[in-house]
């Protein structure tokens, strides 16, 4: 069984900083993307950024220059350094990663999420 744990999430003030982890664990023969998404209150789950194996990444426009994603593919571990945060960033953040484990094919597999809340 393949999972993703992901933690660093909590409350913090406006202006400042998080960092999210998230760890994948099981029968793992390769990953491919990983990255963070995030669903806020009403709203339908969106990109924050994600990182291919090859170190390609890709941010949502309201992101840019503000948060970071990166990767330590011998930890299987992915991290979002959140920087300047804004109320509008208070969300739970899920990780995702497409993973090839053992016996099985390619899926994309999701964490069970981190709450991330900004207060003004």
């Known amino acids: 069984q393949v999972q993703l744990v992901e933690s660093g999430g909590g409350l913090v003030q406006a202006g400042g900083s998080l960092r999210l982890s998230c760890a994948a664990s099981?029968?793992?023969?390769?990953?491919?993307?990983m990255g963070w998404y995030r669903q806020a209150p009403g709203k339908e789950r969106e990109l924050v950024a994600i990182m291919t194996s090859g170190d390609s990444t890709n941010y949502a426009n309201s992101m840019k220059g503000r948060f970071t994603i990166s990767r330590d593919n011998a930890k299987n571990t992915v991290y979002l350094q959140m920087n300047s945060l804004k109320p509008e960033d208070t969300a739970v953040y899920y990780c995702n990663a497409e993973i090839l484990a053992l016996g099985s094919y390619w899926r994309n597999y999701w964490g069970q999420g981190t709450r991330v809340t900004v207060s003004s």
């Open positions: 099981g029968n793992i023969v390769r990953i491919n993307t």
